[in-house]
Nanobody, 122 residues
Framework: QVQLVESGGGLVQAGGSLRLSCAAS????????MGWFRQAPGKEREFVAA????????YYADSVKGRFSISRDNAKSTVYLQMNSLKPEDTGVYYC???????????????WGQGTQVTVSS
């Protein structure tokens, strides 16, 4: 059974930091691209960041460039999202995703986690 389990969400004040983790199991995710998406209340799910299986390419949404950093540890089947200088508009449910292609678009990912809530207070 393929599973992606996110953790690390919570409530933080604006300007603070959080580190999200996504632990994968059930398949060899070391060959997959991994991505983070988020969904704010009443809004569509949007791309945040993605990383190839080797770390050879990394993409960020313009809204998080310079503040967020994605990384992965294939030995632990885990991908991370370090979020610094958080803003209230970063509030939402953050989802981890995996797939052989990856990229900016949700349909290019085959597997999804249940999400972790991030709330940034002003």
């Amino acid at each position: 059974q393929v599973q992606l389990v996110e953790s690390g969400g919570g409530l933080v004040q604006a300007g603070g930091s959080l580190r999200l983790s996504c632990a994968a199991s059930g398949r060899t995710f070391s060959n997959d691209a991994m991505g983070w998406f988020r969904q704010a209340p009443g809004k569509e799910r949007e791309f945040v960041a993605a990383i190839s299986w080797s770390g050879g390419w990394i993409y960020y949404a313009d809204s998080v460039k310079g503040r967020f950093s994605i990384s992965r540890d294939n030995a632990k089947s885990t991908v991370y999202l370090q979020m610094n200088s958080l803003k209230p508009e970063d509030t939402g449910v953050y989802y981890c995703a995996a797939g052989p292609r990856g990229g900016y678009s949700s349909p290019t990912y085959d597997y999804w986690g249940q999400g972790t809530q991030v709330t940034v207070s002003s």
